[in-house]
């Protein structure tokens, strides 16, 4: 169990915006400035997904961008999780009929945690992350499972 | 080889770990602080390596799979041997005598190499922009850092840091030669955060522009290692500034006349309180006021400005003492 602490205390997060109207990114970013400070959890943004436990995942896909998020998915080393924030992510939100888009986010990488909102508050996309902890935990247990 | 000597090369990089990630711990928590942010827990740091260890460890398909995964153990070595150079406070350095401030100089550059190797070795453009950007920022560096040791060497007639550290070097100077060693001082600070690849010059490591540089295609366990050997190397790097400009002890400051464990004790963490004063000003400070420089913005002010200074008092040094 005490191996599973530092999951719970550091987790680096990946932001790849596919299509965003920068609405989500910037609600994104405003989690770490001094009014939510989200580094206090151990919560950082890191610059290349090798680095990352959670995806964060925003905007509707556009179909050219399919294949390059999934694999930016497929680059995170394991144990990892998805955070799709925004209605657009998660349903397609205006777009949903839209020519151009290759559907909502869970149709093209498996989502775990999902925050609707346009955009969604800072507190939302925290709460999101927490949960994406017990997803990384539960995927870790069972990796140390197959071990065994 | 003593029984003695082997248990410092054990403890003392043991220790070194150990001191590295809580100044990285502190270093974060004041930097959030001067934002007006809370900032993560002091042990935030190790944190932070015991879940990279728990990762799984990803080796890009075209990547040069053993330089790949060499370099990271390379970088974590050379800066633990590092640590085995440096007195601390009134201890000896444990391979006192088996080199000194040339092995010192060349460590630090051996570290920035092995990252600059494994980025090429990682067959990703970005890390092979951010290793030539690193190659760049050294050659820059360089330069300023072997002026600050050729004017110790001239003072003291000697390249031991041990010989440097018993005698303050402001007390064996005249007033011009100490207008040199403050220049020296400053030039050194000033290559501090590009040697540690902090900003302003972590440029070769920029995460907004180039998915952090020579780092992008590390995970996992490789990870954790380039992580420690860069708490360690800050730790380090602050230490020798101590050793080199202000290695007065608190017994002598202070007039005390203390013996056996209070001694060391006492001096142990009075060094370490010097350290965090270094650090702090030299890192902290710094990366929370200002911005990344543009990779020709930061050649130019080590090859021209930082030059300058240190070779100015290069000068004054040669001239006064």
Redesign the interface.
Known sequence: MG?L???K???WVFHASGGSCNACDIEIVAAL??RY?V????IKL???P??A?VLLVTGAIPRDFADKLRRVYE?M???KAVVVVGNCGTSGGVFYDSYNIAGPIDEIIPVDVYVPGCPPRPEAIIDAVVKAWLKVEKL?KKLEGKEE | MTPETIFYSVAFPLLGVFLGLVYKGIDRRISARLTSRIGPPIRQPFWDVGKLLLKETIVPKNAIAWLFNAMPILAFASSLTLLLYIPFGVLKAPLEGYGDLVVILYLLTLQSLAMAIGGFASGSPFSSVGAQREMVLMMSYEMPLATVIVGFALIYRSFSLTTIASTPVWSIVSPLAAFGVLLLFVALLTVTPAELAKLPFDIAEAETEIAEGMLAEYSGRNLALFYLSDAVRGFAMAAIEVVLFFPFTLSSILGLSLTGFALYAVEALWFLLKVLIIYLLAVTLVRTSFGRFKIDQASRIFWVHVNLVALLGLALIWVGV
């Open positions: 191996k602490d530092n999951f205390r550091s987790l400035t001094p400070d580094e206090r959890f151990g890191v610059g290349s090798r680095h436990d680059q080393p394991e144990p870790e």
